[in-house]
């Protein structure tokens, strides 16, 4: 892979997250008052909208470098190489008329994210990074924070119906415990550009996916921040749990994490 495909790579992605925000946009505004939810599961939202997104990425690529593509709404096959999409993540916000939600892409080779792209609609905010160069708000530069107190963060704590309800409110337990402030949002690659920003301190989820986060693992371990995610949804394409933080928060959130109950 040479830098120069990755460069053209980039830029394709640049513009096509600006061309779908105008569909995304488009649906947002016409939302029927009326308007029933769509599940794909329990509490799992999908939008006409995310289909449309995919299939004009799907197209894109196609018609430009004709890359493997694997997205949540169509699948694919989970290739080493291949670009990855999330069209609208934060799906109950968007369905819901709530402006929090992204369009999220990463682009990896060999099981390695080289690029990803989160791009916030309503709000204008691109957030990208490729490997090694940093990661950028809006074309400047961002960062995480260096807040070493658990005590003093904000963190996000993520859930889906994929975690039993135990298990979710044992984590923000453990998470308030130890003194931070606990929000929910309903946009995992939100969280971590947003974490990347230094908007918040930590994110942690039980169960995401690798459209979900894989452009923001890489957004945050740019912004300077620590990333653990199990490598194994690589290649088996199984959901995995995240913790995602600023540099000298890992330790402490590890630690709340695993503490029991006294
Ligand atoms: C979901 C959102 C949510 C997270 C879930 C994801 P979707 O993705 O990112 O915040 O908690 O784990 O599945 O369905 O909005 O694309």
Known sequence: MTDVNLTE???????????????????????????????????????ATDMAVEKLF???????????????????ENNSTCWVIDPIDGTANFARGIPHFCISIAYRVN?????????????????????????TLNGKP??????????A????VGWSPRVPVE????????????????????SAALCLAYLAAGRIDG????SVFPWDVLAGTLIVEEAGGLVSYDPAVDTALRNSPI??????????????LSSTKE
């Open 142 to 151: 961002i960062a995480t924070t260096t807040l070493a107190d658990l005590g």
């Open 9 to 47: 790579r980039f830029e394709m992605a640049n513009a096509f997250v600006k061309d779908a925000a105008v569909v995304a946009l488009e649906a947002l505004a016409s939302r029927p008052k009326d308007w029933t939810p769509s599940f794909k599961g329990p509490q799992d939202y999908v939008t």
């Open 58 to 76: 799907r197209e894109r690529v196609a018609a430009t470098f004709g890359d493997d593509v694997m997205g949540e709404e169509a699948g694919g």
């Open 153 to 156: 963060a904000t963190v996000e």
């Open 243 to 256: 913790m995602a933080t600023a540099p000298k928060l890992a330790a402490a959130m590890r630690q709340a």
């Open 203 to 206: 994110y942690f989820e039980a």
């Open 111 to 135: 099981f390695q994210t080289e690029l990803g792209l989160i791009y916030d609609i309503v709000h204008d905010e691109l957030y990208a990074a490729r490997r090694g160069e940093g990661a």
């Open 167 to 186: 298990q979710y409110l044992a984590a923000v337990g453990q998470v308030l415990q130890a003194g931070a402030n606990v929000k929910r949002t309903g």
